[in-house]
């Protein structure tokens, strides 16, 4: 296994002590890391799987409506395009008097 950045490694051990989901993915949206609470949003055990490449994982998060029919991929909020980006209603944009300068809206 490669050597990974210390931020990585932090963030990894934080989410472990968290008692809601946290998923870390890379750059690539590459799953690095998912937490004890994520396992049943992805039905998988990270101790199973471990890594888990963009299109494994996003295949495990399909979304389907209250009838089991799978919900299209431009129809579902909080997903993200072919390019990286979120689609669905929320979006961020730049303000001033947050630290980050990010607020959702």
């Not at 992805?42 to 963009?54: N, P, V």
């Not at 009838?67 to 072919?82: D, H, Y």
């Amino acid at each position: 296994m490669p050597q990974r950045p210390i931020e990585i490694i932090l963030a990894r051990q934080l989410a472990s002590y968290l008692a809601v989901p946290i998923l870390i993915v890379d750059r690539d949206m590459n799953l690095l890391y998912f937490n004890e609470s994520a396992e049943p949003v992805l039905g998988k055990r990270f101790d199973e799987t471990g890594e888990i490449s963009r299109g494994e994982w996003n295949h495990l998060l399909r979304r389907a409506d209250a009838n089991g029919a799978p919900i299209p991929r431009e129809e579902q909020s909080g997903t993200l395009r072919g390019d990286g980006h979120p689609t669905g209603e929320r979006r961020l944009r730049r303000h001033p008097r947050r630290a980050n300068g990010i607020a959702a809206h």
